[in-house]
C-alpha cells in the first residue's frame, strides 16, 4: 500500500472519531425531549365521574426527575403569559416509568366531577408539561397537546 493511501487512511479515522466524540459529548447535553404527547378528556356521564389523562414519553440521557404536568384554557389570561418553568414547579406531578433506553413513559391523570366539569370554561384547553432531567436541565411545553371540554 502507498505511503499516501496509509496517510490518508489514518487521517479520515482520525476526523471521524474526534467528529463522533464530539456527537457524544454534544448529545449528553441535551435537555430532555418530550415526544408521543396525547391528551384525552371524558365528560362525566350520569352518575359516573370523568377524566383527563395525558402521556408523553421523555428522553433523557441522565434520566428523568420528574414531570409536571398542567391542564389550561386556551381562552384565559395565561393565553397572554404562558406557563413558567416557575409556575409549573408547583404543579402535580405526573408517574413515570421506564420505556427502555433513557425514555421514561410519563402518565398524569386526574378525576373530572360533574361540578368541574360544568364550571370549567368550554372550549380548547392546552396541556403544559415541565420535564427535569436528574442533572436539573429541564423542558417546558406550554402546548404540548390540547383537547377540548
Avoid: N
Avoid at 404527547?37 to 420528574?66: C, H, I, M, N, Q
Wanted: hydrophobic share 40%; proline share 5%; net charge neutral.
Amino acid at each position: 500500500m502507498s505511503r499516501r493511501i496509509v496517510i490518508s487512511t489514518v487521517a479520515g479515522a482520525v476526523v471521524l472519531a474526534g467528529a463522533g466524540a464530539f456527537a457524544l459529548a454534544y448529545a449528553g447535553d441535551q435537555p430532555p425531549a418530550l415526544t408521543q404527547s396525547t391528551a384525552r378528556y371524558a365528560a362525566p356521564v350520569a352518575d359516573r365521574s370523568g377524566s383527563l389523562s395525558f402521556t408523553t414519553e421523555v428522553t433523557a440521557s441522565a434520566g428523568v426527575k420528574s414531570v409536571k404536568v398542567l391542564a389550561w384554557p386556551a381562552a384565559s389570561s395565561l393565553t397572554k403569559e404562558e406557563p413558567t418553568a416557575e409556575d409549573m414547579a408547583q404543579v402535580e406531578s405526573a408517574r413515570c416509568t421506564p420505556a427502555g433506553g433513557h425514555t421514561a413513559r410519563c402518565t398524569y391523570r386526574v378525576a373530572v366531577s360533574r361540578s368541574d366539569a360544568e364550571t370549567s370554561p368550554r372550549g380548547r384547553w392546552h396541556v403544559a408539561v415541565l420535564a427535569t432531567d436528574e442533572d436539573g436541565r429541564s423542558t417546558l411545553d406550554t402546548k404540548a397537546d390540547d383537547f377540548s371540554v
